[in-house]
């Protein structure tokens, strides 16, 4: 690790002056990803902006019905907070299907949504990697990349991102609040992660030096239930190999309101537009869970190694859904 | 005090008179001030600079909890903890679990049930589980807690809320089963949890 400044900040304008006053600067939350990449030298701030004192650590009820939850707040409190386990079930659900519970502990909601893929080239400097170094290839796309996107790639990058968290709440359909030196901006979950089209250095549409405040949640949708569901290698603490995060409400046996996205499938959260469009005013049944899986991952383009991934997201969608229409038979 | 991997380019990103802090530090209930390296993770500075070589370093990495220490009460890889960040916290770590000669719960089941093997991921496993106690007191909910539990709540230490909440700690012994009775017995034993729960956790 290179020597680094370190500065407590103590007010979100003396956070944001900081880091545009120090190019390179990076904010420290949790510190559970940045620490790690510095450690293997993919990072190598000059200086550390410590904002895990700063008073972003609450989730306030907002008058809408809403919940604005600090970007302070951990992910361990996050799921457990009343107000998310009863009204957000598949936010609670999709933080506890991620990391560990030391993890959880210490990780921040901000820090959460900006960690970094876990494509293995990005994490080891001895190899190429346009993320980590622009422009000098990307040996995933023919090497190791069973953990990789099979949505949204390009010949630039095939990366992952591999929050949970951001899944839940791309199907939330909630907005993140941005602090910059030009001032303050909000921007849907759904916009905020990026594909990587020829710049995959950039994982976000998250500007030099600013910084997330909070996560704005609307009101939960009446009648609605929500769910998150999770493949991985091993029954806890890994990554996805794929996820789901679906919102459904059923009235008549007829589909009304549905947002579905997928996780680790693409570089970000993935919110399947298509297949909820086959899913609105649908009959609640199996056959239009599949039909709506279906019209989604068509547009998948898996690589060598992950096709398995398609017919894993499918299957999870299909199960998901299904148990959300039939609130008897679900567990 | 120094990192103890030197680093790997002495380069200064940052100036020298930059690049180190004073901090105070509560280490198992003794308030200590120090000047650290910004580098410094707080496993390195317990093992290194105050000796206590109870929390280990597996992995360096937060993949494997070998490290495991509570902070203000709740446990965290301190291999992953800047200690600069940690201004005046509270780190518990294995050796300050136990009172005086009276051990911890967790420690005497963890002697009953001999559930370990080399031990080298016993601190961190000890640490971790004192956390789960205190979280499964406070109703924090886990992946494998039902839906419908009371928010409100304590949650039951059943086998599989014991295997999921301490997954975050590895043991290449495989002394799995073992550590999750032993777990399980603490929990069921009065005050098991009480020592460890520290602050109340604001929600
Ligand atoms: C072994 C292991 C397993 C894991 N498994 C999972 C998993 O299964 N699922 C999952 O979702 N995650 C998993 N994680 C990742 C973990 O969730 C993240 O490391 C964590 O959420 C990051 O939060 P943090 O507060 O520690 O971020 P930090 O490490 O502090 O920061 C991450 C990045 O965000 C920036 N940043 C932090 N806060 C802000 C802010 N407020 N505004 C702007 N920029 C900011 C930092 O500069 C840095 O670039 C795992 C991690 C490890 C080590
Ligand atoms: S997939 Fe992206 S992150 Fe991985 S090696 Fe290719 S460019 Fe780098
Ligand atoms: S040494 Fe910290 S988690 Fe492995
Ligand atoms: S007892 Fe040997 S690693 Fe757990």
Avoid at chain 1, 257 to 269: D, E, I, S, Y
Avoid at chain 2, 35 to 52: I, Y
């Amino acid at each position: 690790m290179k020597p680094f400044g370190y500065l407590r900040a103590t007010s979100v304008e003396e956070a944001v002056r900081a880091a545009a006053g120090r190019p390179g600067a990076r904010f420290l939350g949790g510190g559970t990803n940045l620490v790690d990449l510095m450690k293997l030298g993919v990072e190598a701030p000059p200086l550390l902006i410590d904002v895990t004192r700063l008073p972003l650590a609450d989730i306030e009820e907002l008058p809408d019905g809403g919940l604005r939850i600090g970007a302070m707040v951990r992910n361990s409190d996050l799921a457990a907070a009343v107000a998310v386990r009863e009204r957000y079930p598949v936010l609670s659900q999709a933080l506890l299907a991620g990391a560990s519970g030391q993890l959880r502990n210490t990780a921040t909601t901000g820090g959460n949504l900006l960690q970094r893929t876990r494509c293995l080239y990005f994490q080891d400097t001895t190899k190429p990697c346009n993320k980590r170094s622009p422009g000098t290839g990307c040996p995933a796309r023919d090497g190791v990349h069973r953990d990789l996107a099979v949505l949204g790639h390009s010949a630039h990058c095939v990366a992952t991102q591999p929050s949970d968290l951001a899944v839940a709440l791309a199907a939330l359909d909630a907005e993140v609040q941005l602090h910059g030196p030009d001032g303050e901006r909000t921007v849907a979950v759904t916009d905020f992660h990026r594909l990587p089209g020829d710049r995959p250095e950039q994982d976000t549409v998250i500007r030099p030096g600013e910084l997330l405040t909070a996560v704005r949640l609307p009101p939960a949708a009446p009648g609605a239930r929500s769910r998150y569901r999770k493949a991985r290698d091993r029954a806890s603490f890994a990554f996805a190999l794929a996820s789901v995060a679906a919102v459904l409400e059923v009235r008549d046996g007829v589909v009304g309101r549905a947002a579905l996205a997928f996780g680790g499938l693409a570089h970000r959260p993935w919110r399947a537009r298509a297949a909820e469009e086959v899913l609105h005013g649908a009959p609640a049944t199996e056959d239009t869970f599949a039909r709506a899986a279906d019209a989604e991952l068509a547009a998948a383009r898996p690589l060598r190694d992950n096709a398995f991934k398609v017919e894993l997201a499918r299957n999870l969608a299909v199960s998901v859904l299904t148990g959300l229409a039939s609130p008897a038979a679900d567990r | 005090m120094e990192p103890t991997s030197p680093p790997a380019d002495g380069g200064g990103a940052a100036p020298a008179a930059e690049s180190r802090s004073e901090l105070v530090l509560h280490v198992n209930d003794v308030a200590y001030t120090v000047t650290v390296d910004h580098r410094t993770t707080v496993l390195d500075l317990l093992r290194e600079h105050f000796g206590l070589t109870g929390a280990k370093k597996g992995c360096d990495h937060g993949q494997c909890g070998a490290c495991t220490v509570l902070v203000d009460g709740r446990r965290a890889n301190s291999c992953l903890l800047l200690a600069v960040a940690q201004d005046g916290r509270r780190l518990t770590t294995v050796e300050g679990l136990a009172e005086g000669e009276r051990l911890h719960p967790l420690q005497e089941a963890f002697l009953d049930r001999d559930a370990f093997q080399c031990g080298y991921c016993t601190p961190g496993q000890l640490c971790s589980a004192a956390g789960v106690l205190a979280e499964a007191a406070d109703g924090f909910p886990s992946h494998v807690t039902p839906a419908t539990a009371d928010p409100t709540a304590p949650v039951a230490l059943t086998a599989d809320e014991i295997r999921e909440r301490m997954s975050g700690n590895l043991c290449r012994c495989g002394a799995y089963p073992r550590i999750v009775e032993a777990v399980a017995d603490a929990g069921a034993r009065p005050g098991g949890t009480a020592r460890s729960a520290g602050q109340e956790v604001a929600r």
